[in-house]
């Protein structure tokens, strides 16, 4: 569990705003300072990290993110789509910064994601989640033979959730560099967009358990 939500609700509550607020100075001196010179809108995608970190603890507070793990989010998640993202930096702070990089932390970022699967697959069973939802996501972790294996379709992502990846390159690059213990270019072009039905993911739970077992050895 993310350490910063096991404080009481309110202190969770202003310090996300406090959070939020600081995030967003760097957004504002980049626009005056594009305001003048337009070559500073480039600092964008230096600022796509600030964002996402000073972001994350109010998406989850309102509920634009729900977490099946501590490393597994869902984005705007109903009842129709389940839109499955990796945790981002604010959780490899509070969640990841005990275990060693390299090959520790690269497995427990596994064993949180397959513990998400579970959890999704639970609810399902417990009829939180219809077995028709749509769940999907993009992966670089997983190889396309594993993703089958979990009752997952693999598919070219499309050119926006491209776009979405090379936008947040920094961020990739550095998690993907402490999952493997040294300086890594993560292989964003080389990701799949993986659809799996509630029953698709059901039907692989027993092969998603040895996994998830078999990484707890």
């Not at 947040?168 to 690059?173: Q, Y």
Request: glycine fraction near 6%; avoid cysteine; aromatic fraction near 18%.
């Amino acid at each position: 569990m993310n350490s910063f939500y096991n404080q009481h609700k309110l202190v969770q509550w202003l310090l996300a705003l406090i959070i939020l607020i600081i995030g967003f100075f760097p957004f504002i001196i980049m626009i005056e300072w594009a305001f003048h010179q337009p070559l500073f809108y480039l600092l964008f995608f230096v600022y796509i990290p600030i964002a996402q970190f000073s972001t994350t603890p109010i998406f989850r507070l309102t509920g634009i993110y729900k977490y099946y793990s501590p490393m597994l989010l869902g984005y705007m998640a109903n009842k129709q789509q389940i839109d499955l993202h990796s945790g981002g930096s604010f959780d490899y702070l509070f969640v990841l910064r005990k275990f060693r990089k390299g090959a520790e932390i690269r497995n427990q970022i596994l064993k949180y994601q397959l513990e998400g699967l579970l959890k999704i697959m639970t609810e399902i069973e417990q009829g939180e989640i219809p077995p028709t939802v749509n769940i999907v996501g993009t992966s670089y972790f997983f190889s396309e033979r594993t993703l089958i294996k979990m009752g997952f379709e693999p598919k070219k992502p499309s050119l926006l959730y491209r776009i979405n990846l090379f936008v947040n390159f920094i961020d990739l690059f550095w998690m993907y560099s402490l999952s493997r213990g040294k300086l890594t270019i993560p292989k964003v072009g080389k990701a799949r967009k993986a659809y799996a039905s509630g029953e698709d993911l059901l039907s692989a739970r027993q092969k998603i358990s040895e996994l998830y077992n078999k990484l707890y050895r």
